[in-house]
């Protein structure tokens, strides 16, 4: 069974400038969930999306914004960067109820400059 | 709402010595809760889970956690690390019902194993 699956690995932008990453989350999970990781705040949830609906959403701006297809695969924008935006980006899948475990993949390493 | 709190950002300790990573929680409701491991540039990985029955659960290389609902914790131990042991380690919560299913992570404790 083929993981979680997150592209690109590394990522340099230029402040204001726009990204978008993406997750193809395991065969048959609908559910996808996005976390920002930073050394300094350490794991925060951005939003959940089960079944193309974003079901939860975390405590950040509108500038980060999501979606995902019929295929359950999601992708995660941020518009106009800040140098503060600078993290790791961890997509995580999982069944979507309570108990069951989130797969992660290894996540997106974004810098902006 | 849940909370974590992971009371050591960072613990050394030498190779086959036994070591202790702490976890307590704050939750209104009852809880499921999770020990994740991050290797350098890597996802999180889960380690093991409380779901219910007996409140020490193990994992496939030695470590083990002891659900205790009197004091709010889920410490992680194992009696004797290893180098590869090295890693970041995360305790996480979900609300097993009437809550968020989505969990919520502590800053994570470093664990640093010494030769």
């Known amino acids: 069974k083929a993981g979680v699956t997150q592209t690109p690995r590394y990522l340099i932008k230029t402040r204001g400038q726009q990204v978008t990453l993406s997750c193809s989350p395991i065969?048959?999970?609908?559910?996808v969930s996005w976390y920002q990781q930073t050394p300094g705040q350490g794991l925060q949830f951005l939003f959940e999306?089960?079944?193309?609906?974003?079901?939860n959403k975390g405590n950040f701006p509108g500038r980060f914004s999501g979606r995902q297809f019929s295929n359950s695969r999601s992708e995660m924008n941020v518009s106009t960067l800040e140098l503060g935006d600078s993290a790791l980006y961890l997509c995580?899948?999982?069944?979507?109820?309570?108990?069951?475990?989130?797969?992660f993949g290894q996540g997106t390493r974004l810098t902006v400059v | 709402a849940q909370s974590v709190t992971q009371l050591d950002s960072q613990v050394p300790v030498f190779e086959e010595a036994p070591v202790e990573l702490r976890c307590n929680y704050s939750?209104?409701?009852?809880?499921?809760l999770f020990w994740y491991v991050q290797y350098p540039n890597q996802g999180l990985q889960l380690l093991l889970k409380?779901?219910?029955?007996?409140?020490l659960v193990e994992s496939i290389n030695g470590f083990e956690a002891e659900f205790n609902k009197s004091q709010t914790s889920f410490h992680l131990r194992k009696p004797s690390v290893h180098i590869s042991d090295t890693a970041e380690y995360f305790c996480a919560v979900t609300a097993a019902s009437g809550g968020s299913y989505i969990p919520t992570f502590g800053r994570g404790t470093s664990l640093i194993v010494h030769p």
């Open positions: 939750s209104s409701v009852s809880v499921y």
């Open positions: 409380y779901l219910s029955g007996s409140t």
């Open positions: 065969s048959g999970h609908r559910s």
């Open positions: 995580a899948s999982s069944q979507g109820q309570g108990g069951t475990e989130a797969f």
């Open positions: 999306y089960f079944s193309e609906t974003q079901r």
